[in-house]
């Protein structure tokens, strides 16, 4: 089971672009790596996956090396909207693995 | 809307008592992940049902217990409550692929008194 570990929080200002690292050396052929984001007192929501190379869609980016030791959340051009706690998760579903999140990132974004 | 529903969507109750959880995934997934979420903290895995049976557990006291019926919903008991048990608890339903995403519901706060 692959560990993550993450920047506890990230503060950024509205417009900018926010980049999250997400540590995990020991992850599995299998895993996919997928990032979700939880506002207080909801449950998290996906994102966006990948498991190899970049991966864009009409919130985030997210860039995977090719020793996927690590990946890189991406959100542009931030708004105070955007200020919530974002985890990643590696791992692959129903094949008898916790799926476990790590400790997450809290983004405060700043007027 | 995640098409997952979680009841009650509160609940207080004093230490000792038992208390159910409720869970239905969305239509057609087969397999639901339990977390629990102290305040201001992680996700913790509880457990992960998929079409009925267990599959993986994690950090999961021995006062708490799961199961997921026949028509796919889930139930997590916990019982003799203690004032650290308050929490939300959240389920998360997926479908068969490897690859698919968590749905996660709006949870239920549980709240030890």
């Known amino acids: 089971l692959a560990k993550t570990t993450q920047p506890i929080s990230m503060d950024s200002y509205e417009g900018q672009e926010v980049n999250i690292t997400c540590s995990h050396n020991n992850i599995a052929t299998n895993d996919y790596i997928t990032w979700y984001q939880q506002f207080p007192s909801q449950g998290p929501r996906f994102i966006i996956q990948g498991y190899k190379t970049k991966v864009t869609n009409e919130v985030a980016s997210l860039f995977i090396p090719a020793d996927r030791k690590s990946s890189t959340l991406s959100l542009p051009r931030v708004s105070l909207s955007d200020t919530a706690v974002y985890y990643c998760?590696?791992?692959?579903?129903?094949?008898?693995?916790?799926?476990?999140f790590g400790g997450g990132t809290r983004l405060m974004v700043k007027p | 809307d995640s098409g997952v529903t979680q009841t009650p969507k509160h609940l207080i109750t004093a230490t000792g008592q038992r208390v159910t959880l409720r869970c239905s995934p969305r239509?057609?997934?087969?397999?639901v992940y339990w977390y629990q979420q102290s305040l201001d903290q992680g996700l913790q895995f509880l457990i992960h049902?998929?079409?009925?049976?267990?599959?993986a557990k994690g950090n999961i006291l021995e006062r708490f217990s799961a199961q997921q019926f026949p028509d796919l919903h889930s139930e997590l008991n916990l019982s003799s409550l203690e004032l650290g048990d308050s929490a939300l608890y959240f389920c998360a339903s997926t479908g068969r692929a490897t690859n698919e995403k968590l749905f996660f519901g709006s949870g239920t706060q549980l709240s030890v008194l």
């Open positions: 998760l590696v791992g692959v579903n129903n094949a008898g693995n916790m799926l476990t």
């Open positions: 239509s057609g997934d087969l397999s």
């Open positions: 049902y998929y079409n009925g049976e267990e599959r």
